[in-house]
């Protein structure tokens, strides 16, 4: 990997839209104040679909996302901009597996600013490949039946809908495939 991004998960991205470069990586604990400050930018609307409601408490929501990542089978993934010398969260998704029902359970969220150039499937193939390395063979997440966004980036992710969701939301899977 480049020397600019040392603890990318894949290979640096350019976003020609916005004039810079992005990597994605783990999240670890010194990054707690600023996927605060990015969960603190979002717009009203992106966070309350991220969170599925509204949130307040968003230090402590950055202190559990970048704790919990600490654990076996759990990990929070960072999409950072790079721009003249300055690097800032642009994007994050949370991944956790639940043992009792053999999935993987994700949830995703990309700055508004820079939304609709890519990157959120970006970060979906970046979780699949470390839940594939985990050794795990389901990824499941749930989304309000209104998310338009959501739904149109897990189906282009090959996410289809299980059945088990209520009026109010979607439940969306994919079965991973393991390299043989
Ligand atoms: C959902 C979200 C993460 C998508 O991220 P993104 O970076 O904008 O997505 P991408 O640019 O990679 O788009 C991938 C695909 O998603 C779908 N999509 C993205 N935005 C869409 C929109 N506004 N309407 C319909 N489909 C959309 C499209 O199929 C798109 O593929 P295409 O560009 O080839 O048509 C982003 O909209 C977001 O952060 N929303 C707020 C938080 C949220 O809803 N999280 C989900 C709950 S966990």
């Known amino acids: 990997m480049p020397q600019l991004f040392p603890e990318a998960v894949a290979r640096p991205l350019e976003l020609a839209e916005a004039n810079g470069m992005v990597r994605i990586r783990s999240a670890c604990a010194s990054d707690v104040e600023n996927l605060s400050v990015y969960f603190t930018g979002l717009s009203v609307t992106s966070r309350n679909k991220r969170f599925m409601g509204?949130?307040?408490?968003?230090?402590?929501?950055?202190?559990?996302?970048?704790?919990?990542a600490g654990r076996p089978d759990h990990f929070t993934l960072l999409a950072e901009f790079g721009?003249?010398?300055?690097?800032?969260?642009?994007?994050?998704?949370?991944?956790?597996?639940?043992?009792?029902?053999?999935?993987?359970?994700?949830?995703?969220?990309?700055?508004?600013?820079?939304?609709?150039?890519?990157?959120?499937?970006?970060?979906?193939?970046?979780?699949?490949?470390?839940?594939?390395?985990?050794?795990?063979e389901m990824i499941a997440g749930e989304t309000a039946r209104t998310n338009a966004e959501m739904r149109g980036l897990a189906k282009k992710a090959g996410f289809s809908d299980t059945g088990l969701g209520d009026w109010q939301s979607v439940h969306l899977a994919k079965r991973l495939s393991h390299p043989r």
């Open 83 to 136: 721009q003249e010398g300055q690097r800032r969260i642009i994007g994050e998704t949370h991944y956790a597996y639940d043992a009792a029902a053999r999935h993987g359970e994700f949830a995703i969220s990309v700055a508004d600013a820079f939304q609709r150039m890519g990157l959120g499937f970006q970060m979906m193939n970046a979780m699949e490949t470390r839940a594939i390395d985990l050794g795990h």
């Open 54 to 68: 509204a949130r307040t408490d968003l230090a402590s929501v950055a202190a559990e996302c970048v704790a919990k």
